[in-house]
């Protein structure tokens, strides 16, 4: 699986939107992008992955570079209960027959304020 | 609530002792996982188990001893462990290789 590298950390304003990048210019063509976070002290929550496509659910945007080397996460409305950890991962394997491990780098602490 | 919950939340325990860690998921996933995180380091990976069965053990070492009955339940036997292994322990789950569901964790501190 290729390596990752984020910002070890970030400020965000409430309200505003937080854009964390990601560097993965190692990349495969069947190795996708996966963004986890981790509040203080609980486990990793899943939030977004994507192949090649923009992505955007309930609780992010995930925006990947025309050439797969670098990706950003948005989300956009910062709120303070948004303070955590966030782990940008790629990893090839996506689908119902393999496990997935993940490998998870130190990522970027992401501090909003009020 | 991410329908993987594990038990205890807190354990403390001396260095001869024998204690278990447990993990439940609620997903109807066909894999689980363990995990340590260490202060101030990253999440590593433990063990695999898909479908029952562990696929990857990550150079664990012995005094780690992990069980899966089933595909809903996983344990992880611990004895005779030194105060480096003072961690919080993280189970996940998946079907197949989408995305994890972590539980809440096990804070362990070894005397």
């Known amino acids: 699986d290729a390596k990752t590298t984020q910002p070890t950390s970030m400020d965000c304003a409430e309200g505003r939107a937080a854009n964390l990048p990601c560097n993965h210019s190692?990349?495969?063509?069947?190795?996708?992008v996966y963004w986890y976070r981790q509040i203080h002290s609980q486990g990793p929550q899943y939030i977004i992955h994507g192949l090649k496509n923009n992505e955007t659910n309930e609780m992010a945007s995930l925006i990947i570079t025309e050439d797969r080397k670098s990706s950003t996460l948005i989300l956009p409305h910062a709120t303070l209960r948004d303070t955590a950890v966030y782990y940008c991962i790629v990893r090839a394997s996506h689908g119902s027959s393999n496990t997935g491990k993940l490998i998870f780098g130190q990522g970027t602490t992401l501090q909003v304020k009020p | 609530e991410t329908g993987v919950t594990q038990t205890p939340r807190h354990l403390v325990m001396g260095m001869t002792n024998k204690k278990s860690l447990k993990c439940e998921q609620h997903?109807?996933?066909?894999?689980m996982y363990w995990y340590k995180q260490s202060a101030k380091k990253p999440l590593e990976l433990m063990f695999v188990y898909n479908f029952k069965e562990q696929t990857e053990n990550n150079s664990v070492p012995s005094r780690f001893s992990p069980e899966c009955p089933n595909s809903s339940h996983l344990f992880l036997h611990l004895h005779t462990l030194q105060p480096e292994d003072s961690a919080l322990y993280l189970c996940?789950?998946?079907?197949?290789?989408?995305?994890?569901?972590f539980g809440p964790g096990t804070r362990l501190t070894v005397l």
């Open positions: 996940a789950s998946s079907q197949g290789s989408y995305e994890q569901f």
């Open positions: 997903l109807g996933h066909n894999a």
């Open positions: 190692t990349i495969s063509g069947n190795e996708y």
